[in-house]
């Protein structure tokens, strides 16, 4: 442990009594900041230290508000790490308040745009994309199958179609498909082949027997932004076998191909946006670094009239009054509230809580528990008002700053957000991984500068520099914003899409399986 | 509908008085059997005539038991569909009987073997697979990736390794991993890296931060059967990214390879096989043609010595009173209950009962209800004692019949199965389902002859036969037998092997999500 340069912490509320030390490697005991407190012991890189004596029982304050409650005394100096901290209990769902603190609209920012696909819904792509929809897992390796042939065989011929996608998943038969939990699977695989990204032609393949029917996952008028109907492939209908049924989605893919192949891009201002935020793998620095860059980011994309999204339930529940003040009218604060309560029956029905969020991980790199991770979290959404509240799987139709309920786990979240109608992806980590997704590009963002340069070929941008002051939050975020116009354009491609590290769809189902 | 056969129907049991039709189409109002019996309506092919005049409320029997209750007079020679028929009550576990009815052991069958891989744990493999566990989602991405590689650049000069598969599964972090429900994923995950396939090599990727630790995944002296520990690739310990990563992966995969190449198939008894049975897309005529023959090959394994499992708990529920009989002890019996009453009770709190289990394509098929499908299903356990039972994802350790809970789902089935040990499997279909896995053969038998016919590059065994009276029972379990024996040996291949059809793992989660 140790460091050649200053030692340094990032001190995040003028009324916080503890600062994060960003020193690469950590501090060793006897190091001493330019404020004058020195350290009693070794702390971290990314971990706390007191900068008062606390008393057992006093409030451990970061992001202005307690994160938890002292052990015993901590004196001035010390490591507060997460053994000392007692969890707080998580905000009173019943007394939040409801729409008290709105935020005054940003000035709007005119004349960015991209270069998308114009959909016949009104959306726009970013990326243009055959998706494989399927009714039921049975059908999954026949398709995977069908994909690898229309990919050698087939989608060489239409160059305009970036690539196939089979939208596979465990779901749709072996399941209870008329309790309480499953209509959120269902909208979800709904409304994934309503993506932007996927043009609005819809090809379906079913097996024929399913609970989850081709009519009941799509619904005739369910679909007013369709132009026709989907295009269903019933693999029980085949007379002839094995080739017959690979043939048959074949034929169906390259009507679809030959429509997609005509589109070309065109210019689109930054308002067509659907931004999805998450974070994975995060540490203490992610609120400082990161996540602030990206909620400079939120609002700017904000401010040119886009939809951004966030999510993670667990990730804001201890932020709930924050953001239910932050609601554009009561309503929305309502709804917000809604979801808290639906996911905090759900965990206590499974014999947890939300303490089971944090990961070894966040631990290790000085998040003392959920609620340093919560706020730390939400500096992603920015700063402006919180203009709608989506359930699970649902479709965003709104602008501005939404919040779309959805677990935490990334990949839950992150097929969760595709079903919203996000076009692009941001993603900020601190531990590192190496997550991204077919259907629409994944910007990875750092926030330190070791792991930007550690896996230079996966992280797309450093927000490390925020700790170690070279750059500032304004900076990385004008950076993330432009990125996001050029990688939504067709520029700039991401490492995920280098790499072609796409990870599956996993659905939430909340039902059970039978 | 109609038929150019003469009218035909199976009576399964003495006292039944519903028989299922089995002429191809159907038969019209008015088809006249050889017994006299004359259709009052026509009657869909596989569907129930009644064979006798049936008061309101009177007891609809087939398999010698009560499927149903009327809900009003049926006349004889009318058609029995699910319309007309009450759901009855499941068995009462706490008065089901305890190993009373103990089948007496059938003669050892001696002298059948295969041509198999002996493993250092005891445990015999049908395949040569390297396997690549993984122990969070984050990371399956990289893994698939690597998996290409090793595939295209690596596996060719191991030639006597039959496949490279990657244990990828949405689970490992964004859960609660301390909930209740979360020992079954992490077993899961555990004894499917120990399947007799995989010939001992346990190569582990992680990525570092995980909820689902390597060391929580294979705990140090939880493998006695190992002769050393798992390797482990950690992609948060690279320090020069993805290029690093990748290569990590490969040069860990060719050691393994390099071991497993060098092994050769040997004479093995067929006391060595794990045989998992399972159906999908089932249709009343499972159980008088597929499944008893599968359960006449059942009955054979056990006499060789084998293990024969069977699973899928919603389509035994119903049999319990029947299988708790069967049971070699009262303890078997006792073990058999508490897997019922825990399904009871997990399907409860997710708002669901066994009623969710039929599919549309079940019913269609002429299934009137999950009890008739039940009765069919324990066709394929064959007619000895019940050994042994097991919780889902553990590991089997007994040899004869045994019960391995399980959902139904199909693809969460057959991991269980496979994590059970499982080194072969059959699989009965009515409607027709082009189910696969990577890890062991799956002999697909077909219900009837019809899809046997439509279907020929995806069925292996037409029991279709049986009803037309041009094969019995037993000539087409013996051919299950010894089909078993062959595609074990890595002589014939199965059709799913054939077209490389392998579903995804799927893992049974009755945790939260966070």
């Known amino acids: 442990m ?76 010390s490591w507060v790490h997460e053994g ?10 019943s007394s939040c308040p409801l729409a008290t603190d709105v935020p005054a609209p940003l000035a709007p920012l005119e004349g960015y745009a991209f270069e998308g696909f114009h959909n016949a819904d009104g959306t726009v792509g970013t990326k243009n994309i055959l998706g494989i929809s399927t009714t039921v897992q049975c059908v999954a390796a026949t398709v ?32 209870a498909i008329d309790a309480p939990g499953a209509a959120i699977p269902i909208r979800t695989l709904r409304n994934l082949s309503l993506n932007p990204n996927f043009g609005g032609e819809i090809l379906l393949v079913s097996l024929g027997c399913e609970k989850l029917q081709p009519v009941r996952m799509i619904p005739a008028g369910a679909l007013p932004v369709l132009e026709e109907a989907p295009s269903v492939a019933v693999m029980q209908e085949a007379r002839h076998g094995f080739g017959e049924i690979v043939a048959n989605i074949m034929e169906l893919a390259e009507k679809k191909l030959r429509r997609l192949n005509e589109r ?25 670094t990161a996540n ?47 979801e808290m309560a ?12 939300r303490s089971a969020n944090p990961t070894p991980g966040n631990v290790k790199g000085g998040l003392g528990n959920v609620v340093e991770k919560a706020m730390g979290s939400i500096a992603k959404a920015g700063t402006t008002a919180l203009r709608g509240v989506f359930a699970a799987g649902e479709r965003v139709t709104q602008k501005g700053l939404v919040f779309a309920a959805t677990p935490a786990s ?43 340069a550690r896996w230079h070929d996966l992280i797309d941008v450093d927000a490390g520099r925020i700790a170690t002051g070279e750059a500032t939050v304004e900076k ?39």
Not at 84 to 93: D, G, K
Not at 277 to 284: F, H, N, R
Not at 342 to 353: N, T, V
Not at 483 to 509: I, M, P, Q
Request: some cysteine; charged content about 20%.
């Open 2 to 77: 140790g460091s050649e340069r200053e030692p340094q912490y990032v001190h995040a509320h003028a009324g916080d009594n503890v600062a994060v030390v960003v020193n690469p490697g950590g501090l060793p005991a006897g190091a001493r900041f330019s404020s004058g407190l020195k350290l009693r012991e070794a702390v971290p890189e990314a971990h706390k230290v007191a900068l008062a004596d606390l008393a057992a029982g006093e409030a451990i304050v970061r992001y202005g508000v307690p994160i938890g409650y002292a052990h015993r005394a901590i004196a001035r100096g």
């Open 84 to 93: 000392l901290m007692t969890l707080p209990e998580p905000p009173e769902l």
């Open 144 to 175: 995977d199958h069908a994909v690898r042939r229309i990919k050698a065989e087939v989608l060489p011929r239409y160059p305009s179609v970036d690539d196939v996608v089979a939208i596979t998943h465990p779901y749709g038969c072996g399941v």
């Open 264 to 288: 070309r891009r065109t210019t689109c201002p930054a308002a067509e946006l659907v931004v999805g935020l998450q974070c994975g793998g995060s540490d203490a620095l992610s609120g400082v």
């Open 292 to 338: 602030p860059a990206v909620g400079f980011a939120a609002d700017l994309l904000v401010r040119a009239g886009a939809t951004v999204m966030f999510s993670e339930v667990t990730e804001v529940r201890d932020a709930a009054h924050l953001l239910t003040a932050r609601a554009a009218t009561p309503q929305i604060a309502q709804d917000f509230l809604r």
């Open 342 to 353: 639906w996911y905090d029956e759900y965990l206590r029905a499974g014999g947890a809580d």
């Open 410 to 452: 990334d990949f839950i979240c992150g097929t969760l957000q595709l079903a919203a109608g996000m076009n692009v992806h941001i993603f900020t980590t601190g531990r590192g991984t190496p997550y991204g997704l077919a259907v629409a590009p994944v910007i990875k963002v750092a926030n330190n500068s070791g792991l930007a």
């Open 476 to 514: 990385v975020g004008w950076e993330i914003f432009l990125l996001v116009l050029d990688v939504s354009s067709g520029g700039k491609r991401t490492w995920a899409d280098r790499w072609g590290l796409h990870n599956e769809f996993v659905l939430f189902n909340p039902g059970p399986v039978t």
